[in-house]
């Protein structure tokens, strides 16, 4: 993925989403910024090596990465406010080092990824994002898959807001390796960043690759499935075979776990893209339930359903009302 000129910015952050919508939506993905406020005192920071000098730290919200050494600490994306004392404890137990984390990178503006930027900001970290993750947390708006599924996005505090940052790439050199964020144009958000860390054989795909299942795509902020595909398989063709990948949610994963996400959602995009060749409208395509057959990649945050309203939004081009960035 290194020489890609194909991988333009990227980088979000986000104060915060208040879910306006509907019912049980959002389970790991968003599950903290919902209706009810999560009880934080019980949120725990679960740190593991996943290779060299590069951890993965788990607590609510996106997955965080760390390269951490003699240089200082670098993470990519930092979850909820709330939880970034907790999050530097557990840096700080790493027993590496007593540096500080000197830049967080955001892999896109949602606040369960960005959330933790203000903390992190006056503390002294300078955050990087892509063009669009500032323009996003600066404007606000509602985000979603321009369908059912809608988050109501306040406009960040100046402290959220990525002081450095990048159209297409930018390249942080720190702890002995080149950490390269590239832009996804139009994946899960219009400023959407994969950051690989060579040295080491580690990605951070952000929300370009979940393993919750059927994806949030947020189409209202730039998203489309085409450029999900599209970036992650250009990535991936960029990267080692044995490389280690983090997704945006769930497990550390390999590349056999994103060819099969990669399929999934090709083969659903074709189903859909047929029904709307044979100008079937969204209810009908609910009501013969054209994704059965992926049944087991549905989840509590989208549905099949939500997940034909994305498609179909996605492919006919009809973003919602977020206006598009780029
Ligand atoms: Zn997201």
Redesign the pocket.
């Known amino acids: 993925m290194v020489e890609s000129d194909d991988f333009p910015e990227a980088l979000v952050n986000k104060a915060f989403l208040v879910l306006v919508v509907t019912s049980t939506l959002f389970l790991c993905?968003?599950a903290p910024a919902q209706e009810k406020t999560p009880d934080w005192s019980t949120v725990q920071i679960k740190a593991s090596k996943v290779s060299g000098n590069i951890y993965i730290l788990e607590g609510q919200g996106?997955n965080i990465a760390a390269s951490v050494g003699q240089d200082g600490i670098v993470i990519v994306d930092d979850e909820f406010a709330p939880l970034a004392e907790k999050i530097q404890a557990a840096l700080k137990n790493l027993g590496i080092t007593d540096k500080p984390v000197r830049f967080v990178i955001n892999?896109?503006?949602?606040g369960?990824?960005t959330g933790g930027n203000p903390p992190f900001a006056n503390s002294g970290s300078t955050i990087i994002a892509q063009d669009n993750v500032r323009k996003r947390l600066i404007s606000g708006g509602t985000a979603g898959n321009g369908g059912s599924l809608k988050i109501e996005n306040k406009p960040a505090e100046k402290a959220a807001l990525p002081i450095i940052t990048f159209e297409h790439d930018v390249t942080v050199h720190l702890n002995g390796e080149d950490i390269r964020a590239f832009h996804v144009p139009a994946g899960?958000?219009d400023g959407d960043a994969i950051i690989f860390f060579p040295q080491n054989k580690v990605v951070h795909m952000?929300?370009d690759f979940v393993r919750y299942g059927f994806p949030?795509i947020?189409v209202a902020s730039g998203g489309s499935v085409q450029g999900m595909i599209d970036g992650v398989e250009k990535a991936s063709a960029q990267l080692p075979a044995d490389v280690k990948v983090i997704p945006?949610h769930g497990v550390l994963s390999d590349l056999d776990d994103v060819r099969a996400y990669v399929k999934m959602l090709k083969e659903t995009s074709a189903v859909v893209q047929q029904a709307i060749d044979a100008h079937k409208s969204v209810d009908q395509m609910k009501k013969e339930k054209v994704l059965e057959p992926w049944a087991k990649w549905s989840n509590d945050f989208v549905s099949q359903d939500i997940f034909i309203e994305t498609l179909y939004n996605s492919l006919t081009n009809h973003p919602g009302a977020f206006v598009k960035h780029n």
């Open positions: 993905a968003f996106g892999t896109h503006y949602h369960d990824h899960h958000t952000g929300d949030f947020d945006g």
